[in-house]
């Protein structure tokens, strides 16, 4: 279905992968390094146990270091000369990659999302080791990672990133572009609209109040990815479509006829459970499950022993305490996403534990703040909104950012700070304030300020008036601000 070809991939040129990820730097997609498979099967990190071979970041913070900046690039890859590449997926790098593992049945689903949405026309196509990468532009909305929407189909959006050419395969093969279909003088087209609507459009609740229904144009591919997904829970032909029948006559409109119906179910009944017809798999517990789903997660621990998650969170990033309920609610949310059923809670608690086990033994030790970090010249401050974003501040000026390099954690008590706008004046404020004059005022401003200084000291600010001096007022807009 695709022509294959591949890049000049001569073992005397050692700066190939350099050249190449100068390249996408280049074209305004983030880079960062990631191991490399060794000639015995291994990854390069060490780890015996590694099910991420070649796969996975040698830095830490990858979603907010990942660079175009070709200093960086350089340095990384003279440490790293045979490290493989990362693209980060997302808005930062203005790219979404539908990821299609053949495998697990990725052509049949690739060719299931042609058929729905016509012939897909100008973006850019990458042979993995074991199936295909299709790059898209980003949409300029928030579109996180989603798997499994169909049987080896997965999407890397926001928080993602993927591996490139001319990168290695743990099996031995090379991350190659398609010939027709190579970044170079290719403008990136975005997903089709009915694709788009099929991503968004979540499987069935199994709730009787839902009320959203399914349009012509992505009724085949949601039936089908519907079906797929009861199969994976290891559920037969007849079954699957007694369920889909009442599925299409609630949810469909307007409803598909049953041969469709049919036609649906039983190519989604071809697969085994989780994979391609009469695939044998190891049985895998659910924990094992979990702790795979989160292995791509940064760990850490705190000086004082506390053990830490890092998740990504729409643009930006959540700091998450394991053994908060949040952590155990994030997780849960993970492997439903996935499989399309809920985790039981010893699950849960066997992959918490080991994975405090990997943070406390394992990790590396680094701090925590709540509301404002100062790590040499430069303080930050977190916003506390829902787009996790932290205010940088520098001797040269300030900037608004999603992946600080420092954690912050935010009790559920703590409230958002507005977002900044450049353009305004402290000056604005005193219109709001009854100071008696240029003095009062300096202190005040002066005391505003060193609130945001992380380290101290911290002057006490003691206002004095009489009756209906709005002393009051003015202490609730001063704790406002900060």
């Known amino acids: 279905m695709l022509n294959v070809t591949t890049l000049d991939t001569d073992e005397s040129n050692k700066n190939e992968l350099l050249d190449h990820a100068l390249y996408y730097a280049s074209l305004g997609w983030h880079v960062l390094p990631l191991h490399s498979p060794q000639g015995d099967g291994t990854c390069s990190c060490g780890k015996s146990e590694c099910d991420r071979v070649g796969k996975h970041p040698r830095i830490k913070e990858w979603q907010h270091n990942a660079t175009t900046d070709d200093q960086t690039i350089r340095e990384w890859w003279n440490e790293w000369p045979d490290a493989n590449i990362g693209i980060q997926t997302g808005e930062k790098s203005g790219l979404i990659v539908l990821d299609f593992d053949i495998v697990k049945g990725g052509d049949k689903s690739l060719k299931l999302l042609i058929s729905m949405s016509g012939e897909l026309t100008d973006y ?17 909305a928030t579109l996180g990672n989603k798997q499994a929407l ?63 229904k399914i349009k012509e144009g992505t009724r085949n591919a949601w039936l089908f990815r519907t079906a797929a997904a009861m199969r994976g829970k290891g559920m037969e032909y007849d079954a699957i479509l007694e369920r889909v029948k009442k599925i299409n006559e609630s949810f469909c409109e307007p409803p598909l006829s049953e041969s469709e119906l049919e036609k649906a179910v039983g190519s989604a009944s071809k697969y085994e459970p989780d994979g391609e ?45 394991l053994k908060e309920k949040k952590l155990r609610l994030y997780l849960g949310k993970l ?31 680094k701090k925590i703040f709540t509301r404002t970090a100062m790590v040499g010249d430069t303080i930050f401050i977190d916003l506390c909104s829902q787009e996790k974003e932290v205010v940088q501040i520098t001797p040269a000026g300030w900037d608004v950012i999603t992946h600080s390099p420092v954690h912050f954690i935010a009790p559920d008590t703590m409230k958002p700070l507005p977002r900044p706008q450049r353009g305004g004046s402290i000056e604005q404020l005193r219109a709001l304030t009854n100071v ?38 003015h202490t609730e807009i001063l704790k406002a601000v900060i």
């Open 124 to 140: 850019v196509a990458c042979r993995t080791g074991g199936g295909y990468h299709l790059y898209f532009a980003h949409s300029g």
């Open 150 to 212: 169909l049987p080896g189909f997965d999407l890397r959006g926001d928080g993602g990133y993927v591996v490139a050419p001319p990168s290695q395969h743990k099996n031995g093969k090379q991350y190659c572009w398609e010939s027709n279909h190579q970044p170079e003088g290719r403008t990136l087209s975005q997903m089709p609209e009915s694709l788009i609507n099929f991503i968004n459009t979540p499987l069935p609740s199994g709730k009787t109040g839902r009320r959203e």
């Open 277 to 321: 017809p009469g695939e044998k798999k190891e049985k895998v517990s659910q924990s094992q499950e979990l702790l795979s789903l989160a292995a791509e997660f940064e760990l850490f621990r705190t000086p004082e022993k506390r053990c830490f998650m890092v998740v990504p969170v729409g643009k930006g990033k959540d700091v998450l305490e």
């Open 335 to 365: 492997y439903f996403d996935r499989f399309q059923r809920p985790p039981n809670a010893q699950a849960l608690k066997d992959a918490i534990e080991v994975l405090s086990a990997k943070a406390l033994y394992g990790s590396e030790e």
């Open 436 to 473: 008696k004059n240029d003095d009062h005022w300096i202190l005040m401003v002066a005391w505003m300020i060193m609130a945001f200084i992380p380290n101290g000291p911290f002057p006490i600010l003691v206002i004095q008036g009489e009756q209906g001096s709005s002393r009051s007022t």
